[in-house]
């Protein structure tokens, strides 16, 4: 190796020491918005587009420059049940546009209800008749059943994860905790309510749909399980999901009473949304709101209620973001031994058109290769 080279390379070297102890770094501009903690760089795209791979790099030989193509990034999308076909459907988090199935559980569903991303980027979805929670990768293939009957699940609806733990409601009047595949601990809740859904929030505590009889309500629970406070009465509420464009504010779908509910956690009531038979709601980055029926899927103006569109026909169920940072590079020609150091999988590649796909959020890194020069990649996703 030259000494001009050499020189060089050991600037690079020490530039990013340099720039891991002080926390900062500079990269080329990127589309999307950076975040940076811990020297992580995260790359955030909203929309299904084109994203550049950012790096910093030496001149290499002609032949290795121009060394991938075919990028493909898809990060964040919706997921909606369809109890009828018994499909997983995708739709845009800015409009509520269908882009397609991601699962078919033909074979598998009976009445999928709630459909979550879980902690292992795996997908998980509660069936109401089958009394079971499905799991699936994220291309939606089946990989293995979570919980079933044998567990003593029975009637489940909305499911939820805090940190490993699976939190599934069941109208045998229970919330029941897993911490892994059959493993299930004490209830989480088994007060006598009849819970539809559950969702954690930041802090530990849950909000519950209760459906017991005439004292239909949302509630908010303890880190442990224990009533906090009853917010709100409303008949038959099923889905609570975060307001999405109103830090701090929540949103319920009720299927008897007709309406979707903007509230707060001391019950507080924002605005009220008329709605019939309501199952799932979103807030769409548009500001309208998604929200399914026995019917099919319909984007709405908050507060009168006018349908804007229907973007799908069928049994949809509740409405939940998955939002995931992966993205495909297409090796396009023989690039020696690239071992790529601190990445999560300790991932190294000597392959020639095949397509290598990396997830989640990757430490800044320098990335080194025999018979070539050092090249630093963060994360784009």
Known sequence: MKMKEYGLIRKIVLLVIVCLIIGTTIIPSINGNIEKSNNIINV????????????????????????????????????????????????????????????????????????????????????????????FDISGNYLYTYADGTDGLDNIRGIDFRGNHLFITSGDDYVAEFDGPHSRLPDFINDGIDPFD??????????????????????????????ESELFQVN??????????????????????????????????????PFNSGRGIFRLGNGNLLATAGDGVWEIEPGTGAIIEQKMTGGARFIELISQTSYEVLITSLLYNWNFISLPFNQSANKTNTLVRYGGMIPLSLATATGSTPTMIVNCG
């Open 198 to 227: 559950i969702l954690f929030l930041d802090d530990g505590r849950a909000l519950v749909s209760d459906i017991q009889g005439t004292t239909d309500n949302v509630r908010l629970y303890m880190y442990n399980g224990t009533l």
């Open 44 to 135: 955030r795209n909203n929309r299904q587009e084109d994203c550049p791979i950012p790096f910093i790099k030496l001149d290499r030989p002609e032949s290795s420059k121009n060394w991938c193509t075919g990028f493909n990034l898809r990060n964040e999308f919706l997921l909606i049940p369809d109890s009828i076909t018994d499909t997983i459907g995708m739709y845009d988090t800015y409009n509520g546009t269908y882009l397609g199935d991601l699962i078919n559980g033909s074979t598998i569903f009976s009445t999928p209800i709630n459909a979550i991303l879980g902690p292992d980027g795996n997908i998980y979805v509660s069936d109401q008749v089958a009394d079971s929670v499905f799991v």
């Open 236 to 273: 038959f509420p099923q889905q609570i999901q975060v307001d999405s464009l109103q830090p701090g504010e929540y949103l319920n779908i009720a299927f008897s009473d007709d309406y979707i509910t903007d509230f707060d956690l001391n019950g507080s009531i924002a605005e009220t949304t």
